[in-house]
């Protein structure tokens, strides 16, 4: 099969340039991977001018990528644009209509549209592959889709945002305040136009509800996850979980439980010494249990221009070999609406509260948290100089809503300061 | 498409019956991922009595293997019995001749025969996929053909021998010697029934081999890989290791050098805080380094029923969903002959020897090594009782055939009792 796959591509970014520039340098070996030649026909973005280290003479421009996505001597419409809305949406849909093949690396546009998009593209036998819009260069929509296809998945978890595990590491390793870091990150470009798609957990949120969507068999449910971001997490948080043997990561789990999906993407504690708590910096790691495979490891950049595109490369390989399946792994339509879970898997919590300095403040804290079900694994006083103690309880296993319980009656105890932190313990 | 996809099954053991019971158990769940059912038609193995838990009585049965192969009634030969030669090769030859797929988990038989299969398969338009072969349940051989296709590979390492880095992490963790933990791993079962094919390396050997020859577009050739095993690796070797921050892991390695392709499976030293050192028990893993990706590290179970089931299942999806791929990534006709390195990528060395307590003893082994090109990082010698003194010594990066000049020159200086252990300490 020498014809080639005929590809148009929207948005030239780091990662369109990376992708036009590795297709431009390396045909040959993509080529003899691809079993055809993969050929650049016609880009697209914002700017004609920009200077961005690539040759882009060889290849027609549009200015308009719903232009792009509408001619009809392309096969594959690349969508490295960004963005839920708008234009990326637009020339998708575009293109969908005419039945032309999708590559995207766009999370928020599958997070929010991703049902509405797999129909579409089944409707007309074409694919929409998205490997880029997860985990960066890891292949973790392959193993999903593919690789553990003959698993039921119990789990995904997974730390997908590396601005956050850079923040998050960076604090540790530094001794620095939140707010320092995250001016850090932003004058280092790490964050995103809006900062609350990083630290916010949105972006990392996105990635999740599409794994859970293939893992489980369900229609991508972004609108239901329990979404938290790391903007509360202090130095003292990170020092006294190190001190316990705990890292903080943002940590995204879903899960199906007796009611129904269970989708988080919040701050959690896991063991330092476990595979998540090991990771710094901005690499990714995904967890993926199932009830053959056991726990499988998947670790890597999570972003950047190579890694991303990669990602994209793959999926036009694939396209290129004729591999067909459907977007999220089996049929749009089959994807069945799960209810979300009402109550989180039981685990221990960490809190930390200030504690003020009077007689029995320690017993009635222990009390309330007792009557709400929450029993006391482990507690800490700190020794202090104010009239505020530091106070560290890392509960035994309990019910969220048992835990939510016990911090709405700790301001009746009349000697907590303050909101107390309560962070997720993920023993794992 | 709902034609089934006809399957026949050579091979029961632990792995191919849990195949079975899989597919008998969620047919449904199944079916939906590979778009078409997935249909056991008949089976073949050793004995037909054995219980095996699971109800055969749905399958037609045949004695001989190849008989299996032959019959028309099946779409893919699902070769389970292993073994390099012998029924294994014979029913997969028969399977191939009249265009029959394969799904196979015959490290062995890729190793040796691996051209002669997939230059068949191909001149038949057939698929022949071993993701079983290689690291259990890790999906490591669809991330390198597939994963990672847009990627020149640099470099493939891997813990890939479970029983190997058992016995290591045994070894270290009781304190136990090499022979009382090999005899132990015997009598759990955990050995082959030649466990040179274990010990020596050459299990994890087969399956580097293979995973090179996707990586670097090469014939597979395991016969030119250079394979040494733990045997001789010493409780004192894996406490000094540990006590220089070390792990001694079982560990292949294969890159492309300036003058062929470098393909190694020893013992090394790897960093006790890298994710291959913290490797623990019968857990694989596996790093691909590609130019755009950077460094991708999957860690998964590498055996057992469940994850080996898990890893033929896919295989078999990605047939039914028609899936067609070379069975190296790239035409089996295009792969390259590629030359062994003639020499080791340099690295540092560890080096343990008895030297003898007479004066200048040190300084003759320091001379010894000097003229080698062979330059001292650390060194110590530890005290002693008798007439040898344990001395440990870390050396710069340096070329193997300096090391290996070396090793020649040290019986001269007189001094040196017994064989030096050397190993390859790989900073990762």
Excluded at 43 to 58: I, T
Excluded at 99 to 111: Q, R, Y
Excluded at 112 to 134: D, M
Excluded at 327 to 347: E, I, R
């Amino acid at each position: 099969m020498t014809t080639p796959l005929r590809l148009g591509i929207a948005g030239l970014g780091t990662v369109g340039a990376e992708v036009v520039r590795i297709l431009a340098r390396s045909p040959d070996m993509i080529g003899a991977r691809a079993g055809r030649p993969l050929q650049v026909v016609a880009v697209s973005a914002r700017s004609r001018d920009k200077d961005r280290g690539v040759d882009l003479s060889p290849y027609d421009w549009e200015d308009d990528p719903v232009a792009l996505a509408r001619r009809t001597d392309i096969d594959v419409f690349v969508e490295l644009m960004g963005g839920s809305d708008g234009p990326a949406k637009a020339a998708t849909e575009a293109a969908l209509e005419r039945g032309a093949h999708i590559v995207t690396a766009n999370k928020a546009m599958l997070a929010h549209h991703g049902q509405a998009l797999a129909e579409a593209a089944e409707a007309k036998s074409a694919v929409l592959r998205f490997e880029a819009a997860v985990a960066g260069g890891i292949p973790v929509v392959k193993a999903l889709t593919e690789g553990l296809a003959g698993n039921e998945i119990t789990r995904v978890m997974g730390v997908m945002n590396g601005t956050c595990n850079y923040i998050l590491t960076r604090m540790e390793t530094a001794g620095l305040p939140y707010e320092t870091v995250f001016q850090e990150a932003n004058a280092l470009g790490y964050l995103e136009a809006d900062p609350s798609l990083d630290v916010g957990g949105i972006d990392a949120g996105h990635k999740l509800s599409l794994l859970a969507s293939i893992a489980f068999g369900t229609r991508v449910a972004f609108d239901q996850m329990q979404l938290e971001g790391i903007e509360r997490i202090s130095i003292e948080d990170i020092r006294q979980a190190a001190d316990m043997g705990y890292r903080i990561k943002l940590l995204g789990v879903a899960q199906r439980t007796a009611d129904g999906l269970e989708q988080r993407m919040m701050p959690c504690l896991v063991p330092a010494s476990s595979p998540l708590g090991q990771l710094e910096g901005g690499t990714n790691m995904v967890v993926l249990e199932g009830d053959a495979v056991g726990q499988i490891v998947l670790r890597g950049a999570g972003a950047g221009a190579g890694p991303t595109a990669s990602a994209v490369l793959s999926d036009l390989i694939d396209v290129a070999r004729e591999f067909r399946l459907p977007v999220f792994g089996q049929a749009a339509q089959t994807l069945a609406d799960a209810p979300p879970s009402q109550s989180a898997t039981p685990a221990p919590y960490y809190l930390r509260m200030s504690l003020q300095d009077k007689p029995g403040a320690l017993a009635s804290v222990a009390a309330a948290l007792g009557n709400a079900g929450v029993s006391i694994n482990r507690m800490r006083q700190y020794s202090h100089d104010d009239n505020a103690a530091p106070v560290l309880i890392v509960t035994h296993a309990c019910a969220r809503s048992d835990l939510d319980a016990a911090l709405q009656a700790l301001p009746d105890t009349g000697v907590v300061e303050g909101d107390p932190v309560a962070l997720r313990i993920e023993e794992i």
